[in-house]
Nanobody, 122 residues
């Protein structure tokens, strides 16, 4: 199983980025997907998750209204559109897969990608 995240980079505050996570080796449509992030010196935290059908999503409060998670089951890919970025969004963003529903706990995810760095300058 492989999860390959991409799309990170350096952006000014207020800017936008779109992260992608391409998967292989699993039946993508059978998995709920999540994005989680880890800032330097901090614990990994939940950002957003989407049900396998794409019909339900959940977000952490700090990104509601700014981030949108989506998926394309035909392409085995999950996305995270990030807008109005803030310096506090700076972190390594990782995608993860679970069959356990819309979970916000990192422990609930069985498969992880390697992460992509997002840096937001003030």
């Amino acid at each position: 199983v492989q999860l390959q995240a991409s799309g990170g980079g350096l952006v000014q505050a207020g800017g936008s980025l779109r992260l992608s996570c391409a998967t292989s080796g699993l039946t993508f449509s059978n998995y709920d997907m999540g994005w989680l992030r880890q800032a330097p010196g901090k614990e990994r935290e939940f950002v957003a998750a989407i049900r396998r059908s794409g019909g339900s999503t959940v977000y952490t409060d700090s990104v509601k209204g700014r981030f949108t998670i989506s998926r394309d089951n035909a392409k085995n890919t999950v996305y995270l559109q990030m807008m109005s970025l803030k310096p506090e969004d700076t972190a390594i963003y990782s995608c993860a897969a679970t069959r356990g529903g819309l979970t916000s706990s990192p422990r609930g995810y069985g498969y992880w990608g390697q992460g992509t760095q997002v840096t937001v300058s003030s």
